[in-house]
T-cell receptor, first 113, second 112 residues
């Protein structure tokens, strides 16, 4: 049971390039989330999804887009990367019932030069 | 979501119980207390959560005061692998409370 898998684990981009981060979960969870974590700070929610085909903005959505075409996958896109988006990105998933905990992947370390 | 206050850092001897406090004096009736930890450079790991009763699982125990304004996470027999940042999070159970608000947490160091 892999849980939450993030791809890639590391990436270096130049300013203005685009890329997509992939998150896959095998726990049949309805909800999925994208967070970013900057040095010395807690995680901040970027976007989340409560089901296939549905997404919503979180705390820091600007500069990112997401898609949830399949229940098990949640994609985070950067259309035109900026140095301010250098961060560690974590994906999480959870069951629909709100008391259920979120399960996290091991992160994608992204550097924008 | 209610704000939480945790000590910045703590040390604990290996084999001893680690007691991590958290204040959440503005917690409301439908908000749960969650604990997560983050071991160096890994994703956060869920530990335990509770509403008002004490909870125990294979990883830890959670003690919530009767007025629910504070709680303590107890790792009964700390090992070196328990060295991590521990986050206390208060989260509502209503729709619209999807996000987990991570503060800066408590950096727990287990001393050999």
């Amino acid at each position: 049971n892999a849980g939450v898998t993030q791809t890639p684990k590391f990436r270096v981009l130049k300013t203005g390039q685009s890329m997509t981060l992939l998150c896959a979960q095998d726990m049949n969870h309805e909800y999925m989330y994208w967070y970013r974590q900057d040095p010395g700070m807690g995680l901040r929610l970027i976007h989340y999804s409560v089901g296939e085909g549905t997404t919503a903005k979180g705390e820091v959505p600007d500069g990112y887009n997401v898609s949830r075409l399949k229940k098990q996958n949640f994609l985070l896109g950067l259309e035109s990367a900026a140095p301010s988006q250098t961060s560690v990105y974590f994906c999480a998933s959870s069951h629909r019932e709100f008391r259920q905990p979120q399960h996290f992947g091991d992160g994608t370390r992204l550097s924008i030069l | 979501d209610a704000k939480t206050t945790q000590p910045t850092s703590m040390d604990c001897a290996e084999g001893r119980a680690a007691n991590l406090p958290c204040n959440h004096s503005t917690i409301s009736g439908n908000e749960y207390v969650y604990w997560y930890r983050q071991i160096h450079s890994q994703g956060p790991q869920y530990i335990i959560h509770g509403l008002k009763n004490n909870e125990t699982n294979e990883m830890a125990s959670l003690i919530i005061t009767e007025d629910r304004k504070s709680s303590t996470l107890i790792l009964p027999h700390a090992t070196l692998r328990d060295t991590a940042v521990y986050y206390c999070i208060v989260r509502g159970s209503n729709f619209g409370n999807e996000k987990l608000t991570f503060g800066t947490g408590t950096r727990l160091t287990i001393i050999p």
